[in-house]
Nanobody
Framework: HVQLVESGGGSVQAGGSLRLSCVASGFTYGCVGWFRQAPGKEREGVAFIYTGGGSTDYADSVKGRFTISQDSAKNTVYLQMNSLKPEETAMYYC????????????????WGQGTQVTVS
């Protein structure tokens, strides 16, 4: 049974940084994605990592500012977010799926409870 627990959200001023963590239990190899959803908006994929090989993918809007990484020994995937913008205020979720990464949230079967990021 896969369980995901996110942490690291909070409030930050525009231009600031946060590092989100996603601890995954019951999960071996596959894709871990970070998604975000603001009130009234669709959930969007932000960053993805294939835990088997470490390959990564990013939404165009965050390239160069966000970095996804993993610590296999801790079963943890991180999302380092720099130069944050007010429009990136949202609930951030991590999710997993077996197999290769896809940007669509619909193919991810397991989700965490989310962590709130507020940029002012």
């Amino acid at each position: 049974h896969v369980q995901l627990v996110e942490s690291g959200g909070g409030s930050v001023q525009a231009g600031g940084s946060l590092r989100l963590s996603c601890v995954a239990s019951g999960f071996t190899y596959g894709c871990v994605g970070w998604f975000r959803q603001a009130p009234g908006k669709e959930r969007e994929g932000v960053a993805f990592i294939y835990t088997g090989g470490g390959s990564t993918d990013y939404a165009d809007s965050v390239k160069g500012r966000f970095t996804i990484s993993q610590d296999s020994a801790k079963n943890t995937v991180y999302l380092q977010m720099n130069s944050l913008k007010p429009e990136e205020t949202a609930m951030y979720y991590c999710a997993t799926r077996l197999g290769a990464c896809r940007r669509s949230s619909g193919v991810f079967g397991y989700w965490g409870q989310g962590t709130q990021v507020t940029v002012s």
